[in-house]
T-cell receptor
């Protein structure tokens, strides 16, 4: 199975609510990254968290990393309809030579 | 801002044709990658390159080859297209850790 596995596969919320997506992985990592993909487009890098970091913020995004549980979460606060997209976690494994391995993504729908 | 440009958004080819997918980046990045994206399978790495004339196999290189003659250009070649290569193809480049993606080429092989 994929190194990064997102949960849930799909999430539907109302505008203004918070959205939380989770990612689990299997091996030791150098860093973990989150990407966003609007329908039919390429992926856009959102945030990177290193293996020695526990939490990171960027605007309305908050990412946590728990290396003991091999898991990460992405929180989007005060969501907007424009946040509707697929969100992917990607792991930079220690043994991969800087190749990223992507999960299958969480489809987020924010209803106006 | 980094710009990664893929030459075609949509492409329709016939089984057995040789197909070229072109990707150009404008930020002098060392690293370039080709992924394919399929429903239920996520993104899978086909080939990548860390320098001009250098290439490395990814997780699913069978049926594909690549060319990197210039730093800014990374081409993906389908030697003899097959229907199971119908997919969304995404090119990306990076200098350090974060990838910058193009908008993708949706290839249909009939």
């Amino acid at each position: 199975s994929q190194q990064g596995e997102e949960d849930p596969q799909a999430l539907s919320i109302q505008e203004g609510e918070n959205a939380t997506m989770n990612c689990s992985y299997k091996t030791s990592i150098n860093n973990l990254q989150w990407y966003r993909q609007n329908s039919g487009r390429g992926l856009v890098h959102l945030i990177l968290i290193r293996s020695n970091e526990r939490e990171k913020h960027s605007g309305r995004l908050r990412v946590t990393l728990d290396t003991s549980k091999k898991s990460s979460s992405l929180l989007i606060t005060a969501s907007r309809a424009a946040d509707t997209a697929s969100y992917f976690c990607a792991t930079d494994e220690e043994t991969s030579g800087s190749r990223l391995t992507f999960g299958e993504g969480t489809q987020l729908t924010v209803n106006p | 801002d980094v710009k990664v440009t893929q030459s075609s958004r949509y492409l329709v080819k016939r089984t057995g044709e040789k197909v070229f997918l072109e990707c150009v980046q404008d930020m002098d990045h060392e690293n370039m990658f080709w992924y394919r994206q399929d429903p239920g399978l996520g993104l899978r790495l086909i080939y990548f390159s860390y320098d001009v004339k250098m290439k490395e196999k990814g997780d699913i290189p069978e049926g594909y080859s690549v060319s990197r003659e210039k730093k800014e250009r990374f081409s993906l070649i389908l030697e003899s297209a097959s229907t199971n290569q119908t997919s969304m193809y995404l090119c990306a480049s990076s200098l350090f850790r974060a990838l910058h993606f193009g908008n993708g080429t949706r290839l249909t092989v009939t």
